[in-house]
């Protein structure tokens, strides 16, 4: 089933949702509370406790609907959108993807699981992996989905588990060899990367594919990198592609599938101004087509694999703040510091910590009030770098108020931990006033689930 959304209510709906600090539904409730998919966050956070993930179902929709339709749009060779799971997996959210037709890009054999039990097809999934285990091969080729090869190693060892009669859909990723202006750690497309086949690999790869039937290699496959604003790394992804797909026609390989990652940046703080979706989708579309014609060659089906973009913007994450402890002015911090507490962090938001990510917040009970204190929130965890953000400026906070800190749907959730043994956050979809738990908070009973205690180690 493919849904369509209501009729925007108000004129922030009709923005590409990565451009916009807020879930589109949000707005100021006549209590003066924030309201999200037309619940008020304070009561959310009475209801389900904090730290809490609050996912904006019309948001969320509304960039699923805008990778699909600006695709449809203007490429004429056909095209499919894969949501990329590592963003945010869950049953929920796969479920919701599949409902709006998009594809599911899986990076494990975790992701591909859930995936599965979700309600998806073999021709829904593609997985991806730099060093995929046997039973993760082993589980794609059983459920029919397309692996997305990252090496001549895992060529080798995919011909050993297939045959040409029961042979293995795949692409091959490669390297292009671009460098994009974001994060190191979230850099991919490099030569100096572990991911992809690199250029210099490929006849020797390309021969083997030819000479394995049992292989089929129906695309080619690459990702630039993530949080990406300029998109002249993904204009000329475009010709490299074109090129190699020459190459691997050249050898007689099927190919069809092209697919050209994820990568499009969010908006975290307001001087962020990534392009918006549409433009990011024509753009990557102009660059194919024009790539295809001047090598001469037909134009493929398109696949792209987008995954902050889609769910980054629909979250924020609730905190309920604690204690405050004031560091007078000295020569050494002539500003002084105000740290104010959460009762969460680093383990429900580990991007701070690991690539320096800023984010904006505001109070959910008061949320117009004038921002007046410079403050720095404080995560719970035994870590000094437990600092979720730094000298931003809010409204006096006090212990008690809530906290929300906007654009946490990407990569928060997924990379949560339980580091000093947290129990990790619930998770609330809300839409059209109502607010349905998709992901529970775990218990501490939950923590010791998988630990064993030896009896002699009993005093
Ligand atoms: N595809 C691959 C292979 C990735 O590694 C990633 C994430 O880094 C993505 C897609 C999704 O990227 P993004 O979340 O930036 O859209």
Known sequence: MISTLGTPTHPEQTLSPNQSLRPLTSRINSRGHLEIGGCDVVELVRQFGSPLYILDEWTLRRACQLYRDTWARCYAGGSRVLYATKAWNCLAICALALQEGLGLDVASGGELYTALQAGAKGEDLYLHGNAKSLDELNLALETGCTLVVDSLYELQQVSALTTPARPAR?????????????????????????????????????????????????????????????????????????????????????????????????????????????????????????????????????????????????????????????????????????????????????????????????????????????????????????????????????AGEVLVVLATGAYNYSMASNYNRFPRPAAVLVNEGEAQLIVRRETYADLIRQDVLPERLLR
């Open 170 to 398: 795949l692409l091959l990723r490669v390297n292009p060899g671009i460098d994009v202006h974001t994060h190191e750690y979230i850099r991919t497309g490099q030569t100096d990367s572990k991911f992809g086949i690199g250029r210099w690999q490929l006849p020797e790869v390309l021969d083997f594919l030819a000479a394995h039937p049992q292989l089929q290699c129906v695309g080619l496959h690459a990702h630039i990198g993530s949080q990406i604003f300029d998109l002249q790394g993904h204009r000329d992804l475009a010709g490299v592609l074109a090129q190699i797909w020459r190459q691997g026609l050249d050898r007689g390989l099927p190919l069809q599938e092209l697919n050209v990652g994820g990568g499009l940046g969010i908006r975290y703080v307001k001087s962020d101004d990534p392009p918006s979706i549409p433009e990011w989708v024509e753009t990557v579309a102009t660059a194919v087509q024009q790539a295809f014609a001047q090598a001469g060659i037909p134009l493929p089906k398109v696949l792209c694999e987008p995954g902050r973009s889609v769910i980054g913007p629909a979250a924020v994450t609730a905190y309920t703040l604690g204690g405050q402890k004031r560091i007078p002015p000295s020569d050494d911090l002539p500003q002084g510091r105000t740290y104010i507490t959460i009762d969460g962090g680093m383990s429900d938001n580990p991007r701070p910590i690991t690539y320096q990510a800023r984010y904006t917040a505001l109070l959910a009970n008061r949320p117009e009030a004038e921002a007046t204190q410079r403050v720095t929130v404080a995560g719970k965890h035994c870590e000094s770098g437990d600092v979720l953000l730094k000298d931003v400026l809010l409204p006096a906070p006090m």
